[in-house]
Structures are given as structure tokens and as C-alpha cells.
């Protein structure tokens, strides 16, 4: 499994897995703006040293299976960096590879060497749960709170 952060020529490929993600998240119901998707992948991409778009490829076809979008971001009330994920996500198929680990192994580098303090990951898309939950304490993540949704009409 190789890991690598996207360019601009990967956005087809983000866009695919994103779609995906989409797809198998309770995020489904909503509808899919493709230019809007366009847009963040390109905006995330091209600003590197406050987001990043890491890619995780299967070493055989350089097929994208995973990724991991986040940023770096300063909390309202204090000067300290922290590093937030918008979206990770790994193939059904390619779950218990090492994508995940390495994507996430990456995500901390490219947050260290950005001096973020501390590194934000949330799961608020219903995927799988309870084996995310045991991954990220695997992974020595401490859980500090919950995410609620109440569907309006």
C-alpha cells in the first residue's frame, strides 16, 4: 500500500472515492452536487500547507483505496494548532489492509510538521462504527464526545 498526497491531475480519482463515501455514508439521502465536490477536492489540493488530500494506493494497479482529508486549524480562542479530518475513507474491499493505519500514520506527519498540537478525528458518517471506534483506540485516539443528529422536516 502506497501513500501519497493528491495533485491536481487526481481529481477524477478523489472525486470517485469521494462518491463512493457519499454513497455508503448516511449522507446518501442528500444530493450529490458534483461541481461543488469538484471545487473542494481542487481547493483542498491546491492549498497544501493548511489541507491535504492523502491518497492511498494499492500497489499493484495504483488503483485508489482510501483516503484521508483534513486541514489544520486554529480554535477560536486560542493560537494553538490542531489537525481536522473532512473525510476518511477506506474501499469496503480494502478494509483490514493497511491503508487505513498508513493513511493515518500520514495524516499525523503532514499535521506535525505543521506544528498542529493534537490531531481531530470525527465519525459522524455511520459507517461501520463499532469497528472504527475500536480502530481509533487501536490507535491510542481518546473518545471526547458524540455526535448527535435530529433530521428536520
Known amino acids: 500500500m502506497k501513500i501519497r498526497l493528491a495533485e491536481i491531475g487526481d481529481i477524477d480519482s478523489v472525486y470517485a472515492i469521494c462518491v463512493r463515501f457519499h454513497e455508503e455514508s448516511r449522507f446518501s439521502s442528500y444530493p450529490l452536487n458534483p461541481d461543488k465536490l469538484r471545487k473542494a477536492i ?10 491535504c488530500v492523502l491518497l492511498a494506493e494499492h500497489n499493484r494497479n495504483d488503483v485508489v483505496v ?7 486549524t486554529s480554535p477560536r480562542f486560542t493560537d494553538v494548532r490542531i489537525a481536522q479530518d473532512h473525510g476518511f475513507y477506506v474501499l469496503p474491499e480494502y478494509r483490514g489492509s493497511s491503508a487505513a493505519m498508513k493513511l493515518m500514520i ?12 493534537e490531531l481531530c478525528i470525527n465519525q ?30
Not at 482510501?66 to 489544520?72: D, E, I, K, T
Open 42 to 51: 481542487a481547493e483542498s489540493i491546491q492549498t497544501s500547507k493548511a489541507s
Open 66 to 72: 482510501g483516503m484521508l482529508a483534513g486541514y489544520v
Open 106 to 117: 500520514a495524516f499525523r506527519r503532514w499535521a506535525e510538521n505543521r506544528q498542529a498540537v
Open 124 to 153: 459522524n458518517v455511520s459507517i461501520d462504527q463499532a469497528r472504527f471506534n475500536r480502530f481509533m483506540h487501536h490507535l491510542d485516539f481518546q473518545c471526547c464526545g458524540a455526535n448527535f443528529v435530529l433530521p428536520l422536516r
